[in-house]
C-alpha cells in the first residue's frame, strides 16, 4: 500500500457516458497530480495541484476536468470521451519541498471507452 | 523544458546476472533523479531517487543507480538479477530550476520492460 487510493479499478464507459475517478491519499502530502499511462508511451502528465490549486494543464482536452476539493481527494470528471482516451489513468501525490521528494502512486484506474 | 529517454524497451537478462537498465536526461539546469518499478495492473513504486552527494544511490530491493552529470545518465543497476525483478522500470527526472516553486511534476520516459529468465 503506497497510502494512495483510486477508485474504481476499472470503468467502462460508452462515449456519452459521464463518469468520475476518485483519488483519495492518506500521506498528508500538498500535492497531488493525474497521469494517463497508454501502451508503448511516456506517461503524460495531466494535472497538478499544489495546495488545492491547479498550477498546471497540459494542453488537456476540455472533456477531463479536475477537481480538489481539499488537499486528500483529486476526482477526475469524465464526459463525452473518444475511444482513444481508454488508458490507466494513474494518481499520485507528493510533500512539495522544493522539488527533492518522491510522488507516491496509486494502483491506477483502467478505463475502457467503448 | 526536460525530458527522459530510455533507449531500451526491453531489457532480457538469466537470473543470476548482473542488469543494467539505461537512461538518458535533459534538463536545463541541473536534475533530480528517480526511478520507479511497476508491476502488472499496478501503479508505480518508488525505487531510489539521486537528489544530491554521492552519484552511487542505493535502493529498495537491491537496486542502484549511478548519476553521471558528463554523459546525462542514470542508469539502474542490480548485482544479481532475480524472476522476480520482471516489471516495468521508469526513469523520471525534475530541473532543480524548479525548486523555488516547488510545483515541477516529475517527466518520465517510455519505460523498459524487464525480463528475468530462470
Known amino acids: 500500500e503506497t497510502g494512495v487510493t483510486q477508485t474504481p479499478r476499472h470503468l467502462v464507459m460508452g462515449m456519452t457516458n459521464k463518469k468520475s475517478l476518485k483519488c483519495e491519499q492518506h500521506?498528508?502530502?500538498?500535492?497531488m497530480y493525474w497521469y494517463k499511462q497508454s501502451a508503448k508511451k511516456p506517461l503524460e502528465l495531466m494535472f497538478v495541484y499544489s495546495l488545492e490549486e491547479r498550477v498546471e494543464n497540459n494542453s488537456v482536452p476540455s472533456r477531463f476536468s479536475p477537481e480538489c476539493p481539499n488537499s486528500s481527494h483529486l476526482f477526475l470528471h469524465l464526459h463525452t470521451l473518444q475511444p482513444e482516451d481508454s488508458a490507466l489513468y494513474l494518481c499520485a501525490s507528493s510533500q512539495e519541498i522544493r522539488g527533492r521528494t518522491e510522488a507516491f502512486f496509486g494502483q491506477g484506474t483502467r478505463l475502457t471507452v467503448v | 523544458a526536460q525530458s527522459v529517454a530510455q533507449p531500451e524497451d526491453q531489457v532480457n537478462v538469466a537470473e543470476g546476472n548482473p542488469l543494467t537498465v539505461k537512461c538518458t536526461y535533459s534538463?536545463?539546469?541541473?536534475?533530480?533523479l528517480f526511478w520507479y518499478v511497476q508491476y502488472p495492473n499496478r501503479g508505480l513504486q518508488f525505487l531510489l531517487k539521486?537528489?544530491?552527494?554521492?552519484?552511487l544511490v542505493k535502493g529498495s530491493y537491491g537496486f542502484e543507480a549511478e548519476f553521471n552529470k558528463s554523459q546525462t545518465s542514470f542508469h539502474l543497476k542490480k548485482p544479481s538479477a532475480l524472476v522476480s525483478d520482471s516489471a516495468l522500470y521508469f526513469c523520471?527526472?525534475?530541473?532543480?530550476?524548479?525548486?523555488?516553486?516547488?510545483?515541477?511534476?516529475?517527466?518520465f520516459g517510455s519505460g523498459t520492460r524487464l525480463q528475468v529468465q530462470p
Open positions: 523520471a527526472v525534475r530541473d532543480r530550476n524548479g525548486e523555488d516553486t516547488g510545483r515541477r511534476a516529475l517527466t
Open positions: 534538463v536545463s539546469g541541473n536534475p533530480y
Open positions: 500521506l498528508g502530502h500538498n500535492a
Open positions: 539521486y537528489i544530491t552527494g554521492d552519484n
